[in-house]
């Protein structure tokens, strides 16, 4: 079991750029798929990236792909989103999620059994 922390949200312009961190406790955090998400207001969750833990093979939704890139380093349990040339769009809580147990499924939010609580992403225009 793992438990997740999101930090490095908030305000930016359009444009502009935020990385964000999801460290983890837990000793077997190197196995688990790290997933990111994410929920604007009145929208339902949807799936921005994930990293496997076997081959650390990335996934993106297309609406991130050239802008966003995700990344872990296990050492230090924790993984990463990089979000470049953000847009009013992206606003939204980022959430990331870990599961031993996700590969193929890597883009369902149903698929992960742990989640962090979130970090707020604005971005003006």
Known sequence: QVQLVESGGGLVQAGGSLRLSCAASGR???RHTV?????APGKERE???AITWSFGITYYADSVKGRFTISRDNAKNTAYLQMNNLKAEDTAVYYCA???NVIA???SVGAYNYWGQGTQVTVSS
């Not at 997933?35 to 929920?39: A, E, H, L, S, V």
């Open 98 to 100: 870990a599961d031993p």
């Open 47 to 49: 799936f921005v990236a």
């Open 105 to 107: 499924a890597a883009t």
């Open 28 to 30: 077997t955090f190197s």
């Open 35 to 39: 997933g990111w998400f994410r929920q």
